[in-house]
Protein backbone atom coordinates (compact mmCIF):
# COMPACT_ATOMS: atom_id res chain seq x y z
CA UNK A 1 0.00 0.00 0.00
CA UNK A 2 1.65 2.88 1.27
CA UNK A 3 5.22 1.20 0.44
CA UNK A 4 4.79 0.74 -2.85
CA UNK A 5 3.05 4.43 -3.68
CA UNK A 6 6.55 5.68 -1.72
CA UNK A 7 8.27 3.59 -4.08
CA UNK A 8 6.47 4.91 -7.12
CA UNK A 9 6.93 8.14 -6.27
CA UNK A 10 10.23 7.71 -5.87
CA UNK A 11 10.82 6.15 -9.14
CA UNK A 12 9.37 9.05 -11.18
CA UNK A 13 11.07 11.63 -9.08
CA UNK A 14 14.61 9.77 -10.33
CA UNK A 15 13.09 9.02 -13.65
CA UNK A 16 11.81 13.07 -13.94
CA UNK A 17 14.84 14.49 -12.80
CA UNK A 18 17.58 15.64 -16.21
CA UNK A 19 13.80 16.19 -18.52
CA UNK A 20 13.90 19.59 -19.31
CA UNK A 21 11.32 21.58 -21.27
CA UNK A 22 12.55 22.72 -24.23
CA UNK A 23 11.59 26.22 -25.18
CA UNK A 24 9.87 26.92 -28.82
CA UNK A 25 10.90 29.41 -31.41
CA UNK A 26 13.54 31.78 -31.55
CA UNK A 27 14.41 31.99 -27.55
CA UNK A 28 15.10 28.30 -27.16
CA UNK A 29 17.90 28.12 -29.70
CA UNK A 30 19.40 31.24 -27.93
CA UNK A 31 19.28 30.00 -24.54
CA UNK A 32 21.98 30.88 -22.79
CA UNK A 33 23.92 28.04 -21.20
CA UNK A 34 24.65 29.76 -17.60
CA UNK A 35 20.53 30.13 -17.54
CA UNK A 36 20.80 26.21 -18.11
CA UNK A 37 22.81 25.54 -15.61
CA UNK A 38 20.30 27.42 -13.09
CA UNK A 39 17.77 25.84 -14.21
CA UNK A 40 19.33 22.43 -13.86
CA UNK A 41 20.53 23.27 -10.28
CA UNK A 42 17.17 24.50 -8.62
CA UNK A 43 15.88 21.35 -10.66
CA UNK A 44 18.55 19.18 -9.12
CA UNK A 45 17.93 21.00 -5.06
CA UNK A 46 13.65 20.04 -5.69
CA UNK A 47 14.36 16.44 -6.54
CA UNK A 48 17.06 15.65 -4.20
CA UNK A 49 14.26 17.46 -1.40
CA UNK A 50 11.82 14.93 -3.11
CA UNK A 51 13.82 12.34 -3.09
CA UNK A 52 15.12 12.71 0.82
CA UNK A 53 11.75 13.10 1.95
CA UNK A 54 10.46 9.86 0.03
CA UNK A 55 13.40 8.20 1.38
CA UNK A 56 12.60 8.98 5.14
CA UNK A 57 9.04 7.77 4.52
CA UNK A 58 10.72 4.30 3.60
CA UNK A 59 12.68 4.09 6.14
CA UNK A 60 9.97 5.04 8.63
CA UNK A 61 8.08 1.89 6.30
CA UNK A 62 11.00 -0.14 7.01
CA UNK A 63 10.93 0.17 11.08
CA UNK A 64 7.37 -0.67 10.81
CA UNK A 65 7.93 -3.88 9.09
CA UNK A 66 10.90 -5.01 11.08
CA UNK A 67 8.56 -4.83 13.95
CA UNK A 68 5.58 -6.36 12.92
CA UNK A 69 8.91 -9.37 11.85
CA UNK A 70 9.79 -9.71 14.81
CA UNK A 71 6.16 -9.79 16.31
CA UNK A 72 5.26 -12.55 13.77
CA UNK A 73 8.21 -14.43 15.15
CA UNK A 74 7.16 -14.06 18.77
CA UNK A 75 3.51 -15.15 17.11
CA UNK A 76 5.11 -18.09 15.59
CA UNK A 77 7.17 -19.36 18.96
CA UNK A 78 3.89 -19.02 21.15
CA UNK A 79 1.62 -20.94 18.16
CA UNK A 80 3.95 -23.42 19.40
CA UNK A 81 3.16 -23.19 22.55
CA UNK A 82 -0.60 -24.01 21.80
CA UNK A 83 0.35 -27.66 20.96
CA UNK A 84 0.55 -28.18 24.75
CA UNK A 85 -3.24 -27.62 24.75
CA UNK A 86 -3.98 -31.71 23.58
CA UNK A 87 -2.44 -32.61 26.96
CA UNK A 88 -5.14 -30.49 28.51
CA UNK A 89 -7.79 -31.29 26.28
CA UNK A 90 -7.52 -35.06 27.05
CA UNK A 91 -6.73 -34.68 30.70
CA UNK A 92 -9.90 -32.95 31.00
CA UNK A 93 -11.87 -35.43 29.03
CA UNK A 94 -10.71 -38.53 31.23
CA UNK A 95 -11.61 -36.22 34.03
CA UNK A 96 -15.24 -35.42 32.61
CA UNK A 97 -15.43 -39.05 31.59
CA UNK A 98 -14.51 -39.99 35.15
CA UNK A 99 -17.27 -37.81 36.77
CA UNK A 100 -19.84 -38.99 34.31
CA UNK A 101 -19.12 -42.39 35.31
CA UNK A 102 -18.32 -42.38 39.28
CA UNK A 103 -19.13 -39.26 40.97
CA UNK A 104 -22.56 -38.23 39.16
CA UNK A 105 -24.60 -41.56 39.23
CA UNK A 106 -23.48 -41.46 42.84
CA UNK A 107 -24.65 -38.18 43.51
CA UNK A 108 -28.40 -39.25 41.54
CA UNK A 109 -28.50 -42.34 43.69
CA UNK A 110 -27.95 -40.45 46.73
CA UNK A 111 -30.83 -37.75 45.60
CA UNK A 112 -33.28 -40.36 44.75
CA UNK A 113 -32.44 -42.46 47.88
CA UNK A 114 -32.60 -39.67 50.82
CA UNK A 115 -35.34 -37.12 48.59
CA UNK A 116 -33.79 -34.45 50.03
CA UNK A 117 -34.13 -30.94 47.99
CA UNK A 118 -30.27 -30.34 48.57
CA UNK A 119 -29.25 -33.12 47.49
CA UNK A 120 -31.34 -33.30 44.39
CA UNK A 121 -29.80 -29.70 43.77
CA UNK A 122 -26.20 -31.10 44.67
CA UNK A 123 -26.69 -33.46 42.02
CA UNK A 124 -27.88 -30.82 39.01
CA UNK A 125 -25.35 -28.17 39.85
CA UNK A 126 -22.60 -30.86 39.17
CA UNK A 127 -24.90 -31.67 36.14
CA UNK A 128 -24.69 -28.23 34.60
CA UNK A 129 -20.85 -27.83 35.94
CA UNK A 130 -19.85 -30.97 33.94
CA UNK A 131 -21.57 -29.18 30.74
CA UNK A 132 -19.82 -26.11 31.03
CA UNK A 133 -16.82 -28.02 31.02
CA UNK A 134 -17.73 -29.74 28.40
CA UNK A 135 -17.86 -26.54 26.62
CA UNK A 136 -14.86 -25.41 27.79
CA UNK A 137 -13.08 -28.46 26.75
CA UNK A 138 -15.02 -27.68 22.90
CA UNK A 139 -13.37 -24.14 22.95
CA UNK A 140 -9.64 -25.63 23.81
CA UNK A 141 -10.28 -28.18 20.73
CA UNK A 142 -11.28 -24.77 18.42
CA UNK A 143 -8.40 -22.77 20.01
CA UNK A 144 -5.73 -25.67 18.99
CA UNK A 145 -7.32 -26.14 15.80
CA UNK A 146 -6.52 -22.43 14.87
CA UNK A 147 -2.90 -22.40 16.13
CA UNK A 148 -2.28 -25.52 13.97
CA UNK A 149 -3.50 -23.42 11.00
CA UNK A 150 -2.12 -20.15 11.82
CA UNK A 151 1.59 -21.33 12.01
CA UNK A 152 2.10 -21.31 8.41
CA UNK A 153 0.01 -18.07 7.85
CA UNK A 154 2.04 -16.43 10.53
CA UNK A 155 5.10 -17.31 8.48
CA UNK A 156 3.63 -16.61 5.16
CA UNK A 157 3.21 -12.73 6.09
CA UNK A 158 6.45 -12.72 7.80
CA UNK A 159 8.21 -14.04 4.35
CA UNK A 160 6.27 -11.04 2.72
CA UNK A 161 7.56 -7.96 5.36
CA UNK A 162 10.99 -9.39 5.26
CA UNK A 163 10.86 -9.50 1.24
CA UNK A 164 9.51 -5.95 1.37
CA UNK A 165 12.00 -4.74 4.37
CA UNK A 166 14.86 -5.63 1.86
CA UNK A 167 13.44 -4.03 -1.58
CA UNK A 168 13.06 -0.88 0.27
CA UNK A 169 16.50 -1.32 1.70
CA UNK A 170 17.51 -1.86 -2.18
CA UNK A 171 15.72 1.04 -3.24
CA UNK A 172 17.28 3.32 -0.91
CA UNK A 173 20.76 1.84 -1.35
Known sequence: GEVGKSLSELVV?????????????LFGLFKKTGSKLEAMKAQYA???SNVDKIARELEQHQVTLLKDVAMFDQMYELNLNYKELT??????K???EDMRAGE????KAKAEQSGAQEDAQAYNDMVQMCERF???LHDLELTRMISVQMGPQTRLLQNNDTLMVEKI?????
Not at 87 to 92: D, E
Open 87 to 92: MYILAG
Open 134 to 136: EKK
Open 46 to 48: KVE
Open 169 to 173: QSSLV
Open 13 to 25: ELKGFGEEEEKKG
Open 104 to 107: LPAL
Open 94 to 96: KKL
